[in-house]
């Protein structure tokens, strides 16, 4: 099956949700719309879409790892900041220093890529390690941390919509966890030798099917968390 005739679209969906998202609503809501799209730039597009100029470039196939990476910590980020803003009604900052300073970190570690050595294979999959790690304990902390936000406006409308994104999240989990499992364990190698010897390797499409689902139930509900959101607070 082709999953990304799926995912694809939902994604696609989800990220421009997301980015209109956080133009059209309160700056506490900029970080956690803004590292949902990168989501799309960084790794949904790349992969989904392999005929794309320069996929095949080291630097480039670093730089969507690493913004991948910077998608997490600021959506993480963005909750933090709603944590807070549950508890004390107070924020700092603006919408535009969201951006800026996101664009910033992501300029910059496109010029630390591209002034150092060439990646190599082995360097290129250890930032994919390092990427799928930070998704993986990330998603599990922001599980709890969204859990603490529920409880401090449960008698609110939009309670529902964050109750939704521990779902979202759980299914990155699902999603980003048979990536790394499948990574750290070469699975995919171990595949192709058991394949030549006529048997299959159960853990690894076990793996893989986790995977494709997990990211296609993340598109899904990133996209439906952040519609039923914007009707509730428009």
Known sequence: ??????????????????????????????????????????????????????????????????????????????????????????????????????????????????VNFAPTTRTLEIIGIVEKTNWVFLSLINIDLIRKIYINIQDSPISKGFAAFMLVFFFIFLWKGSELYIQIYDLEALSKVAAAKGETLFRYDLSLYCKEIGNVLAGLSVGGTFLYLAKLLR
């Open 1 to 114: 099956m082709e999953w990304t005739i799926i995912t694809l679209p939902l994604w696609v969906i989800a990220g421009v949700v997301s980015f209109y998202f956080s133009f059209g609503n309160a700056r506490v809501w900029t970080s956690i719309a803004v590292g949902f799209f990168l989501i799309l730039v960084a790794e949904i597009l790349p992969t989904a879409i392999t005929i794309l100029p320069g996929l095949e470039v080291p630097e480039v196939q670093a730089m969507t790892s690493i913004v991948g990476t910077i998608a997490i910590l600021v959506m993480s980020h963005g909750f933090q900041e709603y944590y807070v803003f549950s508890r004390t009604l107070e924020l700092e900052g603006s919408k535009t220093l969201v951006y800026v300073a996101t664009l910033g970190v992501i300029l910059a570690s496109a010029v630390f890529i591209w």
